[in-house]
């Protein structure tokens, strides 16, 4: 059913917040953006509360730029499961010229990563900025590609707001693929508009399960773009979007803490995770296998039982965003468990891995941060404590998880209701958890 601008706006504020994951909802928006055509986007279900702006090509528009796109002729009709964006045919001059597109402070910076090279090949002038912590986030890197390729971009000395004027034309570009692969997903999502082919090299890319999310969703949208062995993407000009219908998937970053959750202190069963997903935050489940979680499967979730665990090893460069929820794992091993990649958390909401050693030492856990890109945690009891989420939402996911095991005192997070940036229902579910059985342990959950 068709509705006007501001009864649509509530209703895909409440869809958006409450139900969807950002997972290819947010990325297929934009992709619809780009399409110049109709597109269905199909949920199968209520597919869980996770949405994640942190995953790269996974795009978290607000509710405020669907209002943009209804001002410029596109027309939203929501039903039970279905979100079908209809957009006139017309230019990216036209939809967004000269508008200023604002995150706000519960948007991830994924978003401004993402939209910057989009927003580049519109011709006029377009600005970026944001309130709160977004605006202490370093975005120097992609300031020289975009320039190379044609835009005219101007900065607050490396900060928000930017400034953005195309169109890109394409060529020939190197991207430091080290810090963030966000932007990387801009830029194959934007440059296969531009006017010329383009030759795009990585160099030190990090993240790549992510990538090979980008360019799976493009290949659905019809759109071609080649690799050598990820280090250089050659991309043809003057392609089209073309309509897909696609599926939105469950959440394995949002997912994680449950899953941990489960082998911790009970049996959690979350629902709608693909067992073959390109997420890397799928590794979750290699992690609980390594340390001795027990974990059964199907085609659509994962069951994870309370067992003893014991100390393990993880790689986690590609997959920063579990270091909270692999932490709060590590923390109930018996032993010293090694986490790799810490040099991946430098730059996120907080100084993850810093904040990480903080909250759980204040718990009483060892966590040692002395090796170079590795961090030790040595499980053991919980004890009560105070602790700072820093206002980062995988951090206060991770440490309620771990608080589930204090057995003295109570543990308190300040900054709790920083879970809204991702995951708003999360103490709703977790909840859930903490209905003891006969023999004391958490009863079976189902998410």
Not at 409 to 432: H, Q, R
């Amino acid at each position: 059913m068709e509705s006007d601008a501001s009864t649509a706006l509530q209703q895909l504020s409440d869809r958006l917040f409450l139900e969807w994951p950002w997972i290819g909802l947010g990325a297929a928006l934009v992709l619809a953006l780009l399409l110049f055509a109709t597109n269905k986007l199909r949920s199968t279900e209520r597919v869980g509360r996770w949405y994640d702006p942190v995953w790269l090509a996974w795009l978290a528009v607000p509710v405020y730029l669907l209002h943009i796109f209804e001002e410029y002729g596109a027309h939203v009709t929501d039903g039970q499961f279905d979100l079908v964006l209809m957009f006139q045919k017309m230019g990216i001059d036209e939809m967004f010229g000269g508008l200023p597109l604002f995150f706000f402070p519960y948007i991830n910076i994924t978003a401004m990563w993402v939209f910057a090279p989009i927003a580049a090949l519109c011709g006029e002038r377009i600005t970026i900025t944001g309130r709160g912590s977004i605006l202490r986030r370093p975005l120097a890197m992609m300031e020289k590609p975009l320039r190379t390729l044609g835009a005219k971009v101007t900065s607050e000395g490396g900060y928000l707001p930017i400034r953005i004027e195309g169109p890109l034309h394409g060529g020939a570009v190197s991207v430091d693929g080290s810090l963030s692969s966000q932007f990387i997903t801009g830029l194959l999502m934007a440059l296969p508009l531009a006017e010329r082919d383009t030759t795009l090299t990585v160099h030190n890319l990090k993240s790549r399960p992510y990538i090979d999310m980008t360019l799976s969703l493009l290949g659905t949208f019809g759109i071609d773009v080649k690799h050598n062995e990820y280090r250089q993407f050659f991309i043809e000009g003057r392609q089209r979007y073309a309509p897909a219908r696609y599926n939105v998937e469950g959440d394995w970053s949002g997912a994680s803490c449950l899953l941990v959750a489960g082998a911790t202190t009970g049996e959690v069963t979350v629902r709608n995770l693909n067992p073959v997903s390109l997420q890397a935050d799928m590794a979750i489940v290699d992690a609980l296998t390594r340390a001795g979680a027990q974990i059964t499967t199907t085609t659509d979730s994962v069951t994870v039982r309370r067992s003893p665990l014991h100390a393990f090893e993880f790689d986690a460069t590609h997959c920063p965003d579990l270091f909270p929820a692999l932490a709060a794992l590590a923390a109930s091993c018996q032993g010293t468990s090694m986490l790799r990649g810490t040099r991946r958390l430098a730059h996120k909401e907080s100084d993850r891995a810093r904040t990480i050693a903080d909250v759980l030492e204040s718990m009483g856990i060892n966590v040692d941060l002395s090796t170079p890109d590795v961090m030790r945690v040595t499980g053991g009891e919980i004890r009560g404590a105070e602790v700072s989420s820093h206002n980062d939402h995988r951090i206060a996911m991770a440490a309620a998880v771990a608080a589930l095991r204090c057995e003295r005192g109570s543990v308190t997070i300040c900054g709790a209701e920083a879970v809204a940036k991702s995951y708003p229902e999360f103490w709703d579910d977790l909840s859930g958890l903490l209905r003891p059985d006969e023999h004391g342990h958490n009863e079976k959950t189902t998410i």
